[in-house]
């Protein structure tokens, strides 16, 4: 059974950092692309940034130079380093591997102001 987790989320103020996790079991993930979503109420969830099986990654123009997403293939993990986090941050927080498609159960992230 294929599982996606996440972990990291929290409540941080306005201008601090947060480390998330993903991690996948019952699959070897470096063999498929795979990215970070958010959600927050009221919205559709977005594309934050994803990254490639060969490491390329895409952000969302409003996390640039602020997010980075990074993975390591031998923990079968992705990370996504969230710095000067801002209110308009908040959101659920979910990874998602494409290839087989599967989603995290999600993480909230709460930024005040």
């Known amino acids: 059974q294929v599982q996606l987790v996440e972990s990291g989320g929290g409540l941080v103020q306005a201008g601090g950092s947060l480390r998330l996790s993903c991690t996948v079991s019952g699959w070897t993930s470096s063999a498929s692309t795979m990215g970070w979503y958010r959600q927050a109420p009221g919205n559709q969830r977005e594309m934050v940034a994803t990254?490639?099986?060969?490491?390329?990654?895409n952000y969302a123009d409003s996390v640039k130079d602020r997010f980075t997403i990074s993975r390591d293939n031998a923990k079968n993990t992705m990370y996504l380093q969230m710095n000067n986090l801002q209110p308009e941050d908040t959101a659920v927080y979910y990874c998602?591997?494409?290839?087989?498609?599967?989603w995290g159960q999600g993480t909230q992230v709460t930024v005040s102001s």
């Open positions: 990254i490639a099986t060969g490491g390329n990654t």
């Open positions: 998602k591997m494409f290839f087989p498609s599967y």
